[in-house]
């Protein structure tokens, strides 16, 4: 099991859910958990009878809501202490301090920190990098109206005694290109769709697949989002 940390305050829910459905059509199984505090994924995905914690199958990605750490998700499934989870990948969305203890992230295989350049959500996120014990490597996913110099620079100096090591490559997603629409847009035919998505995010989601799992290979990761 591979364990995928997506952390920080701005909303990631989406971007997750799309590279979910990337990864389990390259015949991947997986595993979305949100642990965030606003537990957006309880509203965006479809489920019958939802309770405080649950696990429920969105296009056929498990999604996990409500677990407070995997031994609580382990004794959902009805797995014995000693069993593994069968899952080739968990993409686990996280915007406390607490949670990163709790889903062990510090030896996560693969570490995303998001952010946009509001007040909140970059100050409320470095308030969670701050709080780290040990460096963990992290690559930066930025969500920006211009992908202004400036604006990285104000995140590096706010960032400047967390104990990250930054990965050099970077991604970020254009805020006013009309992805939002098309992601409002999935979310009432409750469907993971691509058509409408811009050209860019198609790319960020090929690169950031193609970073978690390299041996699909970009042409595969390709195919797989023309056809979505």
């Given at each position: 099991m591979n364990k995928i940390g997506f952390i920080g305050v701005y909303d990631k829910t989406d971007l997750i859910l799309c590279i979910a459905k990337v990864l389990k059509l390259a015949g991947k199984k997986v595993l979305v958990v949100d642990a965030t505090v606003t537990q957006k994924c309880k509203y965006v995905v479809p489920v019958i009878n939802p309770t405080v914690s649950?696990?429920?199958?969105?296009?056929?990605?498990?999604?996990?809501?409500?677990?407070?750490?995997?031994?609580?998700?382990?004794?959902?499934i009805g797995l014995e202490d000693n069993e593994d989870f069968?899952?080739?990948?968990?993409?686990?969305?996280?915007?406390?301090?607490?949670?990163i203890i709790d889903f062990q992230l510090t030896n996560a295989d693969?570490?995303?920190?998001?952010?946009?350049?509001?007040?909140?959500?970059?100050?409320?996120?470095?308030?969670?990098?701050?709080?780290?014990?040990?460096p963990l490597k992290m690559t930066k996913i930025f969500y920006s109206k211009e992908m202004l110099k400036e604006e990285e620079e104000y995140f590096d100096y706010l960032a400047l005694g967390a104990k990250v090591e930054w990965n050099e490559d970077k991604i970020?997603?254009?805020l006013e290109n009309g992805d939002q629409a098309a992601i409002v847009e999935n979310q009432r035919l409750e469907k993971i769709k691509f058509k409408n998505l811009s050209n860019e995010y198609r790319e960020n989601v090929i690169y950031l697949v193609n970073k978690i799992d390299d041996k699909i290979g970009e042409r595969t990761i390709r195919g797989i989002i023309k056809n979505l």
């Open positions: 649950y696990i429920t199958e969105f296009e056929e990605i498990d999604v996990a809501i409500g677990f407070d750490n995997f031994e609580e998700i382990r004794k959902y069968e899952y080739d990948y968990v993409l686990i969305d996280i915007d406390t301090f607490d949670k693969k570490l995303f920190y998001t952010t946009s350049f509001d007040a909140y959500s970059l100050k409320k996120g470095i308030d969670i990098l701050n709080q780290l014990k040990d970020y997603f254009l």
